[in-house]
């Protein structure tokens, strides 16, 4: 684009990327980068129900694509996204949060504008947002080009949201200066090694490689952050180590591969074996960090050895007592594959699809409907897995080659897997997305559907229907009696596509083995957005492993008497 | 209550305010604080569809009962709320936000938790809470009893939201030291005035009226905020000063008073007469201060002329160049209602309710829709007005006697009204609850409609359904061509009460007068929420002050070349 607007500028940068959609809600002091959107061929606006919904999408695309677009207005839409951009920020996405604001023409007259405290304070909500992010730019006609490039370089090098304003004057001015264009996401280097350290790290890992008898690498989602879940696998192939996922890194690896051991979260791994043998290992290596969570580690009970763990975070190596940095975690992996040699052959644990049980008559339980659930998954498939008792039960569920999972093990902000839905499958260029989320979860979100509906968006969306909050009625422990605050509205969730305008849809109750495998016969032929409210006995929302559970509840609360 | 819990004793400590409703999403980190509700009496849960709603909740529930309680968790649940709460500072509303916060025995072991960033810093998230606020508190078995009454003082003297933690712990611990016991709201002196600024002020104030041949007073919400309306009509009634309110005061007072004379925002007031009248003063007394933002000032069309106003604040009078402080606006009103005597009298202009046109086959239109909403309000009824097109319109709506409105002038979040409505009608006590919303606003929060049903709340609803952000739609200010991203989703607005398990609602589309008029008188005889689809044209979406718009857009826009 010649001669282009900062907003116009900025958007066209971004889109260099590789980033293809803008989620956002349109609004006053954000109309200069809504109109620059209409001239930028390569964007297309996804208008969400809301700036929260917006950020969550985000979140989910920038999981496929490496990045992604929000774009907000000052004040009531920054802050409504704030918990959706924090949740990228912890899990390490760089969302780039594109927010307008009041003209310089007003803020320069002292005029006091509404979305504000009724006074002419315009630097107020700044420091919220930028809280979320690693890196901020107030973006100007003779500042855009530098400024633009440094919030980009920042972002992906930390790999977290960037907050860029730019005022609905300024958006709408010509750019000062000669405008630079960019190259994809995936032929950026975003981090650099000092030679000598990576050069030491390598040493150090691969002569750690070569004297261990049982090593076992630990993948966490960070991998995949960085572009890096291939050169993992490469990694993985080439020298034969067996691996565990995290419950925060499932899906990273293709869980296929004949490496792939199972979920080590420890006293919840998966399948049985797994966490005795991660324990036993007498190297652990753990690529991409250790989100050292209770929801990631069976409420810390993974037991990490220091002395025996080598863990290559995003820009250092830690071996023991030694830190190598900085050190990118592309480098690493990289200079293994290189570099590293087989490690000594050992039995595999096989973790094996969930074994069909039930009924057609029965009612739908985890035993029956997860098995039936992990069969409907085909390679190129996305599964987004909501924070909820879902979450516990597909940890141990086997994804089927080529079938990737996006979850939120760490942030944990219920509601988030709706609108991440829409982010996936907006990203994605082939293959469904599937949703399987609760009630609980669901019902902060599901306006997205609509936007789902609107757009063409056609996922599988399972929505688990037991009357309560499941995981906060575990969390919680009733002892004597259950909480009458853990209860849910009584949602027709089936009749939600069609009042929603969502037409073609596969919209359906289910209660029975039968009712949903009739509704899974129906999905092959169907071209359309799918959407099941499948009917779970509250009971049934107890995960297995419910004791951790208790040992944080217990630890929340004061000592018996 | 005796031996209360922390979490037992701050409720019970807000619950003697008047405050019988808590509004929140429960959540680990929060159950004791959600336990907790269970054992005070007279509090009842709310269980909100998100907190960004349940927020807005509580901002609707203190506009009517003059303070709330919002409930969230930690991180995700306090930050999803932000925007809501900032609203609540910025419209003066004592909204105590309680948030449950990890408990000491995780945090004492450098645990790390989720709903965070996988790092051990707990105090993340307290910065960006306590800035929606004006006072924060964290509470312990030790200093709750305080801190309570600090907190309390605080929020009700400065009229705005509170802040404050209680971890999972804590919540759950006895208080240490002797509880107290709390009056109602409206017993409570909340600020306080020196005698001698006091006194000079009220001479100031009344040597002026008396000098004043057309003198006119401008009601703000602040007058409602501190609970001064009914001593602010009292001094109307006293003195026979005509008053006008402002968009943002509106429905403070009655406009069924005979001093009224419409409502004064520059170039948009109305009726005729009203702008030139209140220019045209040799005194102006603004009851509750100025909101100088455009949306309440006609784009800044106002014109206030420093040596003829006299302000009325929270906690200081300004007449010309004196400035009276601390003088309690409480203080200066009581003190007026003693000592000022009657002004001039002279003609005042009526208002009229707006006339009713259109005929049974007549599509909606704003002319034809307004006069018989105007006609269908009674003494009693509240009406939430929502921002948007909507709000301009129902400025120049008489509201007949005994009909209070609500609306948020000055922050303008679109989505409010729906949740807001939820908490106006669960605070009243007779009346009902009528929101007017544009599809715009509403899409961003309708999941609240579900949690009406459920909690049996009986409001009428008109939804405007336009199919674009109507409101936008202005201000974009489409020269060639209606921006694609000002239109929303195809939503099927009256399925959406049956869709989320509304219980006898009458849920209807309307698109004729006739329509109209046969769903207005089904509500006479039906005890249960109505819901309306009014279906609009988008060009009917146009203000009539449309110009004023114009001018904050060409101030936001690059001169012409």
Known sequence: MSNPTVA??????????????????????SFGINDAVENVPSLRWVACANELNAAYAADGYARVRGAAILNTTFGVGELSAINGVMGSKAHRLPVFHLVGSPSERIKYQGLATHHNLGDGDFGRFKPISESACCVSAELTPDNAIEETERVIREALRQSMPAYITISELCGRQRVIGVPKVGVPLDQIKRQGSDPEELAAALTEITNRLTEARQPVAVVEALVA????????????????????????????????????????????????GVCDRVEAADLVLALGGLANVELNTGAWSTRFDPAKTITIN?????????????????????GLVERAQPVPSVPAIQPQAPAMVGSPDERLTSANLYPRLQR?????????????????????????????????TLWGSIGWGTPAALGVAMAKTNGRTWLVTGDGSH?????????????????????????????????????DHPHEYNNLANVQYHLIPAAMGCRGWLARR????????????????????????VMIPPEESQPEPAAYFNRQYKLSTPEPA
């Open 8 to 29: 116009e500028y900025v958007l066209c940068r971004l889109a260099d990327l590789g980033i293809s959609h803008i989620f956002g809600v349109p609004g006053d002091y």
């Open 314 to 334: 995003d820009r250092w190596v830690q071996a023991g007592g030694k830190i190598f940095t900085p050190v990118a975690i592309d480098d690493v992996l990289r």
């Open 376 to 408: 409907m998954l085909h390679a190129g498939d996305s599964l987004v897995i909501e924070t909820g008792t879902c979450m516990f039960h597909l940890a141990k569920t086997l994804l089927p080659r080529g079938v990737e999972s996006h979850s939120q």
């Open 443 to 479: 019902q902060l979100t599901y306006n997205e559907i609509a936007v789902m509906g609107r757009y063409g968006i056609k996922p599988v969306i399972l929505v688990l229907n037991n009357g309560i909050y499941g995981v906060e009625y575990v969390v919680a422990e009733p002892v």
């Open 225 to 272: 952050r960085y572009g890096m879940a291939e050169e993992a696998a490469r990694f993985i192939s080439r020298t034969n180590i067996v691996f565990v996922t995290t419950p925060n890194g499932k899906g990273t690896l293709d869980e296929s591969m004949p490496e792939f051991l199972g979920v080590y979260t420890g006293e919840g791994s998966w399948p049985e």
């Open 510 to 533: 289910v209660g029975t083995v039968a009712e949903l495998e009739e509704a899974f016969a129906a999905i092959s032929g169907h071209d359309g957005g799918v959407y099941l409210e």
